[in-house]
DNA sequence: CGGTCGCCTCACGGAATCGTCACGAGCGCT
DNA sequence: AGCGCTCGTGACGATTCCGTGAGGCGACCG
């Protein structure tokens, strides 16, 4: 979840917010950092203020609109309809009016979110006992839930997005940490182990889910 | 990740994008050293300067395409719009004008890397009994997944993509150790031999996929 | 018919990699 | 300030993978 304002209480509250919901906030102050980040790492959707310090959100927007798809909201002080306008014309997915509720902001990503994956890939993943919902950042096995930690559930994700495709030590590393990270896979084999441990439910020994490709990576069964 | 571009200045630019966004970059300074890079070791994406020494880059993107569905950007400058239209038509999935910003370029190249990972149509093998899925590293003998370690994995994978072309002993030893063991053949023979063992159905002595061309190296039947 | 050459196969030991555990630092929350 | 959770690090067996060498087989040639 990309953020792009530069008021400090904004941020701090969305932090916050969005932690709750079960996202990870990353923030960057200017326009052209929040580009940067968004190319660097994806994210998932984008929260956007108009008025930057170095630039507007409208213009982010279509700059972002260029290459992703992916949900964005865009924040907007009273007196701001016109560039708002502007915004959702430059591809933006929807608008909330400073001063905003949090409940109204998180039911505005969650239906953003949701109206993106109706359109392309599936949202939740299921495989023997195994339910992975996307979007809520719920993990069931047999029905109970699995508490897992953002580590935990990024490498999750990335693995059963790629259901049955080998995912490399380096894939994986930049797509959970970040790719300055590449290199470093003991961290990588701690994490596999610890989330082996929860939603393995035989011998950590005969993994049913998250199988290892001695010397290359792991991947997610078919 | 290939940079194919003669132009220093921006080589180095690119090279310190590409580090920082976690490639790698493989640089060539014409179309022809720009394709034997590619086949000697293919890499995830090409950027493709559409100026070089000894040709444009629409002919290295129709090359290109000939055997691989790689993402392929195309660096133009202001300008030459109808050689730009040329590349997109010979394959290129998209084309970026001089001068660029770097965010600008890494956006695209994840975008167009995203995208070439979404689609199913995976450029995967099929040859009798036999599927070989390069993306997923995954190979099946009559539906029944085979587990290959890395070394047979990419001794069949330059082997099945030459189909039907003799690859020398040489060619082989450079493509999957590297080019300071091309004379170390007994280990080739070695895992010729393991990997005959996983994927060849008959008796060892009637190979069906893996033949050997005494004296020069092996092919991969047609 | 015997020798030579190239190729295939097998068993073995070294090396790299993997899984696991315990420990300590960092951080948010009460 | 204290507590709990999460994460990264290092070290330890255990597993897997790889290269080597010896032996056997068939082809070719003298």
């Known amino acids: 979840m990309l953020v792009v304002d530069d008021e400090p209480q904004i941020v701090r509250a969305l932090k916050v917010v969005l932690r709750e919901a079960g996202f990870e906030a990353v923030v960057a102050e200017t326009a052209a950092a929040g580009l940067d980040a968004a190319a660097v790492r994806p994210p998932e959707a984008a929260i956007i203020d108009l008025v930057l310090p170095d630039g507007d959100g409208v213009e982010v927007t279509r700059k972002l609109r260029e290459w992703s798809e992916m949900p964005i909201l865009v924040l907007s002080a009273i007196g701001e309809e016109e560039q708002k306008v502007l915004a959702l014309d430059a591809g933006a997915d929807d608008y909330i009016t400073k001063p905003f509720g949090t409940r109204e902001l998180v039911a505005r990503l969650q239906a953003a979110l949701r109206r993106a994956g109706r359109g392309e890939g599936e949202p939740n993943i299921e495989a023997d006992g195994l339910e992975i ?90």
Chains 1, 2 share one sequence.
């Open 133 to 222: 919902d996307l979007a809520a950042h719920v993990v069931l096995r047999d029905g109970e839930q699995v508490h897992l930690t953002p580590i935990e559930f990024e490498l999750l994700r990335a693995l059963a997005r790629n259901r049955g495709r080998l995912m490399t030590h380096r894939k994986l590393l930049q797509e959970v940490w970040g790719p300055q990270y590449v290199d470093d896979i003991q961290p990588l084999r701690t994490h596999i182990a610890r989330l082996r441990a929860k939603i393995e439910p035989d011998a950590p020994d005969t993994p049913r889910y998250i199988v290892t490709d001695p010397g290359v990576g792991y991947r997610f069964a078919a």
